[in-house]
Structures are given as C-alpha cells and as structure tokens.
C-alpha cells in the first residue's frame, strides 16, 4: 500500500527532525529505498516493513556484509521492538549508527552485536561464538578452537579491566578509547568505510 505523497512529506519531515545523522534529501532517499525493499519483500509485512531476508540481502549487497550470523545480530539490533521486520523508523535509525555514528554510539552498537543473549556482558563463550564465525579454517591438521579459545583469552587480558572474566560495556568502551580498532574485535559488524 502505497503511502500518499502528503504522508510520505510528513515522514520524511519528522524523520529528518529525530534524525542526527542525516539531512531532508537523505531521509527521503532512505525512505524511497525503503519503500522499494517493502515492495520487494511482498511478505505480510508490507506496509510495515520488510523481513530479515531483505534486510540481509540489502546489507550484503550494499556492503559486502556476508556473515549470515552477523548479519542475523545486526538485524536484531536494527528491530529495536522485536517484530521481525524493520520499520522505517529503525530503518533510518539504525544506518544513522551504522554509517555516520558517533563512536559513542558504534560503541554501544557493537558491544550489543556481540552480547549475544543480552545480558550486558560479552562472556567467554559469546567470544568464541563470534571469534570462531569470523575466522578462516586453518590446515587440517590444527584444531581450529584452540587457536579460538588463545585469541578469547587474549582479548579477555586486553580488555577485561576489573578481571571478572567477561567484558561489560565499560571494558569494552574503555578498550576501544584506548585503541580504537578493538570496536569490531570479535567480528566486522559495521560497513567498510568505502
């Protein structure tokens, strides 16, 4: 169902106020491209947004994003009221992170990517979950999850600052103030800066 041009204006006018990252022209091609990923996914979304195989699809197009797992915890943090499809409100909201985000607030975006269960910390396992999908297979003949299970306790010795074990999100930012490259340590979750 196609929205009326008076509604779309409106959209894209209180889009672009609770927007910080993106100006009107941007908001109406965001919105725009919303529009055509709805109409493509012709699921029984439409109207309200589209599914998680759209979504993956586009992030993999538009980025190269190819790790299913990944792209399966960026679509969770994209579906901030967990309806299984993306409205155009978390549409817009989540490229402004993913694209133009302050490093406050990619900090909080992967540091959620890599909490998987939510709990507000990044335990060992949660590390080798990720470590383990964003590595490439070595020779037969090494056993992939020790090299994994050094790269956890590496990471842990790097980043866990109060020695509890786990990474909360004051470790974690305070790691990624301190070398900014350990924001995506356990797998790329942000787009290439091309």
């Given amino acids: 169902a196609a929205m009326s041009r008076k509604g779309v204006k409106f959209l ?43 979504f993956q699809d586009t992030l993999h197009s538009a980025f190269g994003m190819t790790d299913e797992a990944m792209l399966d915890r960026v679509f969770s943090t994209f579906d901030r009221n967990n309806s299984g499809s993306i409205t155009v409100e978390e549409w817009v909201e989540g490229l402004g992170v993913l694209l133009r985000g302050t490093l406050e607030e990619k900090m909080k975006y992967c540091f959620a990517i890599y909490d998987l269960n939510g709990d507000g910390y990044i335990s060992r396992e949660e590390m080798f979950r990720m470590l383990k999908n964003s590595l490439l297979v070595q020779s037969a003949d090494e056993e992939p999850d020790e090299g994994v299970k050094d790269l956890v306790e590496i990471a842990l010795k790097k980043m866990d600052y109060d020695h509890d074990g786990k990474l909360s999100f004051t470790d974690f930012e305070k790691a990624v103030r301190d070398e900014n490259l350990l924001l995506e340590a356990f797998g790329p979750c942000l787009p290439d800066i091309k």
């Fill in 12 to 54: 894209v006018e209180s889009l672009t106020r609770s927007s910080k990252h993106f100006n009107k022209s941007e908001v109406e091609c965001l919105v725009n491209l919303f529009d055509t990923l709805v109409a493509k996914a012709s699921s029984h979304f439409a109207g309200a947004g589209f599914d998680r195989t759209v």
